[in-house]
Each structure stands twice: as structure tokens, then as C-alpha cells.
């Protein structure tokens, strides 16, 4: 297994293009495009180690020599590839190759259970004809025959769905692990472009409220950058309002997300799971289709030789109808059975029945064809809307719960209530729609199936009557148009839940088709995985079969320009921490440029602190720093070194971020703790991780005065030795740093000491002189 290529290379990262430039931040052009670092080489570094890239500050000199890794890729002219869909026949055929053994097991106990089953109403025709002494063979004889069939038919049944559910649940299970995966290595975008910002209407209600609050008395220029001008009360009760807005929109999201890896992918499991049993899927396919065997086959199989010419007539002709309302190769074995019809016809001594048959042959093919079409253009749209209304309501019941007790605070159960019964009602009227379709498809079926039969009994009983036919033929017939039936019946049920399927992975794979793996995180994960996947067997489902081992060995390929991981813990533990000339926009808003050449150094070992108007972009240079995002243009760098030479988990290691006490998560128990102990839980986890870049975000805004001691004191400890950015909007916490950055409009304006900023009288030292009226 440790061999096997990882998932993530089956979904396609796409394929390398890396280019050596002379221009290092000209092809930079957006933050959402691959990670493709403008690497290049210091000519120093070239005559010895190949393939030893260095991103050195922006007048380094630019070796433009070609470098065959790089070549391999560029010369083929290969360029970014569109995902492959997250759900294709391919995933599917590719992990279902891994179960050859069991495959071919269930292949035989199908065909056995099958055989049995459709040589039942055989026997019961001759023990007919031996009763009424038609026949004169021993009772016993026939008796011993019937025994053994329904001691066999269980026995391979038994086998058969043990096999075939086995394979299928792995599969699935597979499956299931990628997506999830899938998700987990989205870009940062991913998640930004799928938030919902239609929030419940209470939290809007509440954020209003709270806004109108804080407005009042207060210039009504409705902007969020007056806050620090107004009490700190409404300026927190402000950010907590729009904090919450955030952590609401982003469990709406995970509600849909959560839904698509459960009822989503549910829907294709039971496809197999539910249609597993005597009546449906496969099973009822193989009874059905049986018949349409060469008429050799049944020849040889069946004793009296003008059975198997009426059963197989009459087979093929419940067998057209199962081809063509799966509507696939419909004409290539329309045809091929059509032939068979004829011969049959011909040979046959039941002309009349095989006339039968081929005229209602092409009677219900043409019904079943326009049916089978008919049913599809309309039924897809209701699966899918079927499955989006149950997973809005999944939303609603995660939304509610999670944040229970801001609904409760603001009186939203009314409001959540009606949320959930107009979600309710439309998954509702869908379930109707759907049902009504099922069981119009449903009767249809039988309609056609009755008229067949009423027309047989009509045919027979003459001809039985008129003594052309032995009453065992005719009642094997009947026998048989009953199997049939039921697995024509069967089949529809099968194909009304193909449906769903198809409809389920048409969704999932909608929701994951602009996506972009973020591939400097995807590389780290893959080889960190490889690395566990020996001790840690739960990773063996993030494993692939070998048949996308060259998209692994692009990527690899590609990744393999990356730094050694070494290095970056020498270099962060004692390098400076820049971003150089960083300009920004958010790939969702890229018009709107958020840094603007931005250049900020954090020496190491000291403390940095950044402040300035809200909306400045100070929680977006966090961003950048724990590389959730990369610039637009510009770089950050460590010790030198561009970051983005460094894949994310190694990156991730090295940077500890603490944020208020809303983005802690702190385990099931962490409902039970108060905000204070929830941040020093999250201080505490930033000691244990002992990362050399420490990011304090806000740390202690959400905090009473008692909690913000104690939080400040343990923050004082862990900052000691390391490079530190915090970002406070209480000017009083940040009055000791080492350096106070003052970013407005996209930029670092003002930079020094609390006391040098002061005596600049500056825009810091307003802002200092605002908070200072507003605690006054
Ligand atoms: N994910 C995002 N997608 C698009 N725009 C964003 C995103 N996050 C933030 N912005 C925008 O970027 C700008 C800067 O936001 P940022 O959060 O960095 O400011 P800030 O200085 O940290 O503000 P505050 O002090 O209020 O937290 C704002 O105009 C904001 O609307």
C-alpha cells in the first residue's frame, strides 16, 4: 500500500509550469493562480548544485539557463489543466480494479443465482405436467431437482451480497476519504467563494441592532474605521457582531460541504447497497438480460426445446425494455436481439407468440425510449433540488445549534423556526415531485407488463385449449413472466436511484469543479502521509490504484523545486521575517487592491506590533504570512528566502498563530470552558508547537480585564525569543513592542517606537489621543 501513488495525484493538481524569469515578480500576476514561485538560481549556487534554487531579493542576478526539470514540462507545452470531475467512471473503475478477487466471485454467484432462479418455474412446469401424468418421470425425481435449486439459490445469494456489498462499502469508503480530502486542499478561495453571506435573519437583525447601537450619538458615517473613535464597549460589541457574522457564514458552508460527504455520496453508496437484494440492481439486470442469451444457451440448458424458444422470445422482450429505459448501447443490442426474435420466430413451432412478441417488441420499445427520456429530462433537476433542500436543511439544524446561544440572546428561535419549515416545506414539495415521478414510472411499467401478461393468458389458454400447447409449457411461461416481471419492476426502482446517484455526483462534482487544489499544501500533506501511512493505517484510504502514477510523477516533478525542509527551521529561527514590496487582492475581489507595495521587516526575536484603521489590511497581512493567501506581486520572505520555496506544512510548522477566543477550537469539552480559558488553552498549544514566528491576532480583545492579565502574561513568556506580530486595536496593549507598525491604505506610513510615533504626531498619534477621549 505505502507504495500506491496518493490520492490528491488522481485529482489532478495541475500540471507544473514552472519558469526561471527575469522578471521575478512579472508573471506573479494573481494570488489565486498555482503556486508557481518565479525560483531562480544565484549563479554562485549553478556550477555546483543544479538544481539549488534560491529566491533572492528582487536585484539578485537571474540565471536564465535552462533547467531540465523545469524544461521537461514547459517544452511539451504543457499547460494548467481544469480539474477532472471528483467523482468519474475512472475513480470509480480504478478502485474497483483493486477488488478483482471478490469482483469475480460475485460474478459467478450471480450467474449461479440467476441460473437457479430462472430454472424454478421450469421444474414447476414438469411437476405440473408430472402431477396431471403428462409426463411419466417419478414425482421424487422432479422433487430431489427443485430441493437442490432452493438450497443453491440462497447459497450463491448469500455469497453474491456479501462480496458485492464488501467491494462497494471499500469503494465508497475510498471515495468518501478523497473528497474529503479533496476539500481539505482547496485554496483558501475555495472556501471564501462558497460562503453563503445570507445569513439567518437574526444574526442580520442582531448586527443591525448593535450597529444602531453603537451609532447612536456617533457620526453617521456608517463606516467600520469610526469604531476606535467611539466607545470600546460598541467598538467590541461591533467586531464581535461582525466576528460572529464570519464564524455563522463559514458553518452555513460547512453545513452544504457536510451534507455533500454524507447524503450526497450516501445516495451513490446505497446505489449498490440498496439494490443489492433479490429484487433489484444487478440481480434483477442478470434475470432480466438472462433470457437474451444465445438461444444455444438455452437450448442446451432446457430439456423441453419449445420452452426456452417462448421464454426466450418473451425475455427478450421484457429485456428490451429494461435496455432501453437504462437508455445505454440501447440500439446495439436492440438489434442484436431483434435478430435473435426473428430466428426464433422462424424456427419456432409458437409463431404466434414470437409474432407477439416482435410486434409489442416495437410497440414498447418506442414507449419505453420516449418514457425512458421523458423521465430523465424531468426527473434530474428534482434529484437535484431533492438533495439541495435536504442539505440546506442540514445547514439550518448546524447553524442553529452552534450558535445557540446567539439565538437565544437576540429571540431568534421564531425566526430560526420559520428558516427550518420553509426548508422543510421545500424539501417537501421536492420529496413529492420525486415521488409522484417514481410511482408514475413505477405504474407505467406495470401497465405494460399487465397488458403483456393479460395477452399471454388470452394466447395460451387457446392454445392449450385447442391442444397445440401442454398446460406445463404454458404454466413455466407464466412462471417465468413473473420473474421477469418483478425484475423489470426491480430494475426500475434501480434506475430511479441511478438518478439520484448520477444526480448526487453531478452536485459534488459542480461544487469541486472551479476549484484549485492549493498545491504547495497538497505536496507537503502527500509526503507527510507517505511518511505516517506505516503507522497510521486510516491514511491507506487516501491511497490510489497505480494508474495515475504519471500525474504523480508531474507533480512530484514539479514539487521537487521546492527547498529542502530542513532549512526553513534554520533560517526562521534565525532570519528576519519581511515582506517586500507585497501588493494584494483577494482572488474573489481582484480589482480591489488591498496592499499596496508594502514593506514591513520583523527582526527576529523582537516584537512587532501592527495597528491602524479597520479595513487597513492588517489581518490580511496575517494572512499572507501564514501563507493562507500568497501575494499578488512582491515577496515575503524569511532570512532571505522567498517563502514560497517552502511547501505548507512545512510552513505551517514554523508559524503559530492565536486568534481571539471565537476561532479556538478546543475539543468537545471546549463548550464548557470561558473565553479566557479557551485562549490560554490556545497560548498553551502555541508553547507546546514552540514555532519561531508567533502571530497574536487580536489575542486578548475579546477578554475581561482579569482574563487579559493572565492571557498577557503567558503571551509575554511565549514571546520571548521569538519574532512576533501583533495585532491590537487597543493601542494601550501594544505600547511596549519593539517597533509599532502603522498600516493604512494598503501600506506600513508610519514605523518606530511607541514614544517615537508619539512625538511625530502622526496619524498613530491621533488614533492614540482618540482612544485615550473615548476611555476618558
Ligand atoms: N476573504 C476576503 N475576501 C475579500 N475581501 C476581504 C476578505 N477578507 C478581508 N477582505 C477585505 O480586505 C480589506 C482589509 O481587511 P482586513 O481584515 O485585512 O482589515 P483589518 O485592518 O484587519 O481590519 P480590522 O481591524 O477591522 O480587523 C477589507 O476591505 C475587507 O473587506
Avoid at 482547496?186 to 437574526?202: A, I, P, S, T
Avoid at 426464433?344 to 404466434?352: E, I, P, Y
Avoid at 525569543?721 to 519593539?738: M, P
Amino acid at each position: 500500500m505505502a507504495t500506491l501513488p496518493l490520492t490528491l495525484s488522481l485529482f489532478t493538481l495541475p500540471k507544473p509550469r514552472l519558469s526561471l524569469s527575469s522578471s521575478p515578480s512579472s508573471s506573479m500576476s494573481s494570488s489565486s493562480a498555482s503556486f508557481r514561485p518565479q525560483l531562480r538560481r544565484r549563479s554562485k549556487d549553478s556550477a555546483t548544485v543544479s538544481f539549488a534554487y534560491t529566491a533572492g531579493p528582487p536585484t539578485d542576478p537571474i540565471v536564465t539557463e535552462n533547467d531540465p526539470k523545469v524544461d521537461v514540462s514547459s517544452s511539451r507545452g504543457e499547460s494548467v489543466e481544469s480539474p477532472r470531475n471528483a467523482i468519474s467512471w475512472g475513480l470509480l473503475s480504478s478502485l474497483l480494479s483493486q477488488h478483482k478477487l471478490r469482483i469475480a466471485v460475485s460474478i459467478f454467484t450471480l450467474v449461479g443465482c440467476t441460473t437457479c432462479t430462472l430454472s424454478m418455474p421450469l421444474y414447476s412446469g414438469k411437476f405440473f405436467e408430472v402431477l396431471i401424468g403428462k409426463t411419466p418421470e417419478p414425482l421424487w425425481n422432479v422433487l430431489s431437482k427443485v430441493a437442490v435449486l432452493y438450497a443453491l439459490e440462497p447459497i450463491f445469494t448469500v455469497i453474491f451480497v456479501i462480496n458485492l456489498n464488501t467491494v462497494w462499502e471499500k469503494v465508497m469508503s475510498n471515495v468518501r476519504a478523497q473528497i474529503f480530502q479533496r476539500v481539505l486542499i482547496q485554496k483558501v478561495e475555495f472556501f471564501d467563494r462558497y460562503k453563503k453571506y445570507g445569513l439567518c435573519c437574526c444574526l442580520k437583525w442582531a448586527a443591525l441592532r448593535a450597529f444602531a447601537l453603537a451609532l447612536n450619538g456617533a457620526p453617521a458615517s456608517g463606516r467600520r474605521d469610526w469604531f476606535p473613535g467611539i466607545s470600546r464597549d460598541f467598538q467590541f460589541s461591533g467586531s464581535r457582531i461582525l466576528q460572529l457574522q464570519q464564524v455563522s457564514s463559514a458553518q452555513y458552508w460547512v453545513g452544504e460541504l457536510t451534507a455533500l460527504i454524507t447524503s450526497d455520496l450516501g445516495s451513490l453508496k446505497d446505489i449498490v447497497s440498496e439494490n443489492i437484494s433479490r429484487d433489484r440492481g444487478f440481480r434483477a439486470l442478470s434475470e432480466a438480460s438472462y433470457s437474451s442469451l444465445s438461444k444455444r444457451g438455452w437450448n442446451n440448458m432446457h430439456p423441453v426445446h419449445s420452452i426456452p424458444r417462448t421464454c426466450t422470445t418473451s425475455g427478450v422482450t421484457y429485456a428490451y425494455g429494461v435496455c432501453f429505459s437504462c437508455s445505454c448501447s440501447v440500439n446495439l443490442v436492440a438489434l442484436n436481439q431483434l435478430k435473435i426474435i426473428l430466428q426464433l420466430s422462424r424456427d419456432s413451432s409458437l409463431g404466434s407468440f414470437s409474432s407477439f412478441a416482435i410486434g409489442s417488441y416495437f410497440l414498447a420499445a418506442a414507449e419505453c425510449y420516449e418514457f425512458s427520456a421523458i423521465y430523465k429530462r424531468s426527473t434530474v433537476p428534482i434529484f437535484k433540488a431533492h438533495g439541495m433542500a435536504q442539505a440546506l436543511i442540514a445547514d439550518c439544524v448546524n447553524e442553529t445549534f452552534s450558535a445557540i446561544r446567539t439565538v437565544r440572546s437576540f429571540g431568534g428561535e421564531k425566526c430560526q423556526m420559520s428558516m427550518f419549515g420553509n426548508q422543510v416545506l421545500a424539501y417537501q414539495t421536492s420529496g413529492i415531485k420525486l415521488g409522484t415521478f417514481k410511482s408514475i414510472n413505477e405504474s407505467l411499467t406495470r401497465v405494460a407488463v399487465y397488458i403483456s401478461l393479460l395477452a399471454l393468458f388470452c394466447l395460451g389458454g387457446n392454445k392449450v385449449k385447442a391442444g397445440e400447447l401442454s398446460a406445463g409449457i404454458v404454466v413455466s411461461f407464466i412462471g417465468y413472466t413473473f420473474t421477469l416481471t418483478f425484475a423489470v419492476q426491480g430494475l426500475v426502482n434501480t434506475f430511479g436511484d441511478l438518478r439520484g446517484a448520477f444526480a448526487a455526483a453531478e452536485r459534488i462534482n459542480s461544487v469541486l469543479a472551479g476549484a484549485e487544489i492549493d498545491e504547495a499544501l497538497a505536496y507537503g500533506l502527500e509526503r507527510d502521509i507517505k511518511r505516517q501511512e506505516v503507522h497510521d493505517k486510516n491514511f491507506g484510504l487516501f491511497f490510489v490504484s497505480d494508474s495515475d502514477r504519471n500525474n504523480q510523477s508531474l507533480n512530484m516533478h514539479y514539487m521537487s523545486s521546492l527547498k529542502s525542509t530542513s532549512s526553513l527551521g534554520t533560517l526562521a529561527w534565525s532570519g528576519d521575517l519581511c515582506l517586500e514590496d507585497v501588493h494584494f487582492s483577494y482572488p474573489l475581489r481582484p480589482d480591489v487592491e488591498i496592499l499596496n507595495g508594502l514593506n514591513l521587516m520583523l527582526k527576529f526575536g523582537t516584537v512587532t506590533a501592527l495597528v491602524g484603521p479597520s479595513g487597513a489590511g492588517k489581518s490580511t497581512i496575517v494572512q499572507l504570512l501564514a501563507r493562507f493567501y500568497e501575494p499578488t506581486k512582491g515577496y515575503v520572505t524569511v532570512g532571505g528566502q522567498d517563502v514560497r520555496t517552502f511547501d505548507k506544512s512545512e510552513w505551517a510548522r514554523v508559524v503559530s498563530i492565536v486568534n481571539q477566543g471565537y476561532d479556538t477550537l478546543v475539543g468537545e469539552r471546549g463548550g464548557l470552558l470561558s473565553g479566557g480559558q479557551r485562549q490560554r488553552v490556545a497560548i498553551a498549544r502555541a508553547l507546546l508547537k514552540n514555532a519561531p514566528i508567533l502571530i497574536l491576532d487580536e489575542a486578548t480583545s475579546a477578554l475581561d480585564a482579569v482574563s487579559e492579565r493572565l492571557v498577557q502574561e503567558a503571551l509575554n513568556h511565549l514571546m520571548k525569543g521569538r519574532t512576533t506580530l501583533v495585532i491590537a486595536h487597543r493601542l494601550s496593549t501594544v505600547q511596549n513592542a519593539d517597533q509599532i507598525a502603522l498600516c493604512s491604505d494598503g501600506k506600513i506610513t508610519e514605523l518606530g517606537t511607541h514614544l517615537e510615533l508619539l512625538s511625530r504626531k502622526g496619524q498613530y498619534a491621533s488614533l492614540v489621543a482618540t482612544q485615550r477621549l473615548a476611555f476618558e
